[in-house]
């Protein structure tokens, strides 16, 4: 059963950058997709993309081009989402989840299932 | 203002059964199968439902999932104090190539 363990909480002051890391563990990394999705306080689930991890290759919603990047180290069955030039509304829970099978190249959709337990990056001077 | 429309809130008693609707469009519900999570206080999401109407092992048979057309609807029947969280409603987009979700609906056990 695989499980998905995130990296703690951070603190960052606008303009800054962080990356918050996303740890599989029990069952293979490849072959599926890691996504992120977004909480901000208080509001619903917003996907941000996916990365195949078989191929390193990201895919980005609308919203989440240029300012956020998706990462992946397969030694150590980690993806990464790292956001740039933070601003007080990036304020969010982030969370990964494992969905979308890959082969050949391409995702395909795939419920989410599991979840990491959420990083609260909080952008504040 | 999000793609798929969900009830801001939903409410009852213990024992009691309560459905949960969710509204899309051909792009999204119309082609695709819809999900559902229950992200309880304070917790991360948890797949609740896959394919519309598949519970995934471990989720109580009192919960149950439908889709007709464009629109979506979750049952819990037997209503417990525990069932009290958020519920969203996702689906795949093909006209976005991309997940959306529903605003989500805050159930709260009377």
């Known amino acids: 059963q695989v499980q998905l363990v995130q990296s703690g909480s951070e603190l960052r002051e606008p303009g800054a950058s962080v990356k918050v890391s996303c740890k599989a563990s029990?069952?293979?990394?490849?072959?599926?997709?890691i996504n992120w999705v977004r909480q901000a306080p208080g509001q619903g689930l917003e996907w941000m993309g996916w990365?195949?991890?078989?191929?390193?290759?990201?895919t980005y919603a609308q919203a989440f081009t240029g300012r956020f990047v998706f990462s992946l180290d397969t030694s150590v069955s980690t993806a990464y989402l790292q956001i740039t030039s933070l601003k007080a509304d990036d304020t969010a829970v982030y969370y990964c989840?494992?969905?979308?099978?890959?082969?050949?190249?391409?995702?395909?959709?795939?419920?989410?299932?599991?979840w990491g337990q959420g990083t609260l990056v909080t952008v504040s001077s | 203002q999000s793609v798929l429309i969900q009830p801001p809130s939903a409410s009852g008693t213990p024992g009691q059964r309560v459905t949960i609707s969710c509204s899309g469009s051909?792009?999204?519900?119309?082609?695709?199968?819809i999900c559902w999570y229950q992200q309880l206080p304070g917790t991360a999401p948890k797949l609740l439902i896959s394919?519309?109407?598949q519970r995934p092992s471990g989720v109580p048979d009192r919960f149950s999932g439908s889709k007709s057309g464009t629109s979506a609807s979750l049952a819990i029947s037997g209503l417990r104090s525990e069932d009290e969280a958020d519920y969203y409603c996702?689906?795949?987009?093909?006209?976005?190539?991309?997940?959306?979700f529903g605003g989500g609906t805050k159930l709260t056990v009377l």
């Open positions: 989840a494992r969905g979308g099978y890959c082969s050949g190249g391409s995702c395909y959709p795939h419920w989410f299932d599991p």
């Open positions: 029990g069952s293979t990394f490849t072959r599926y997709a």
């Open positions: 990365i195949n991890t078989d191929t390193g290759n990201p």
């Open positions: 051909s792009s999204n519900i119309g082609s695709n199968y």
């Open positions: 394919r519309s109407n």
């Open positions: 996702a689906a795949w987009d093909d006209s976005l190539s991309g997940w959306v």
